[in-house]
């Protein structure tokens, strides 16, 4: 029986979230599948295309963190 791959499925592989067999597995459905990997294409230029984002507190944040654990 065929596996049918989902837009989640090729999320999660983007985001290298899947174990080394479905990776596997994806890899050759990919490589069998020119739509399916049409669309990971598609998917992987617009990740690529945001912008690396990094987050950090503000320093009062962290201060008043810092007291309310005393």
Do not use: C, H, W
């Not at 399916?36 to 984002?53: C, I, N, Q, R, S």
């Amino acid at each position: 029986m065929a596996q049918l791959y989902t837009k989640s499925n090729l999320i999660q592989f983007l985001y290298q979230e899947l174990d080394l067999f479905d990776k596997l597995e994806m890899e050759f459905a990919m490589d069998e599948d020119s739509t399916l990997m049409e669309y990971y294409a598609f998917l992987k230029e617009g990740y690529d295309t945001l912008p690396e984002v990094t987050f950090s507190p503000k320093k009062t944040t962290i201060n008043r963190i810092l007291e309310y654990s005393k």
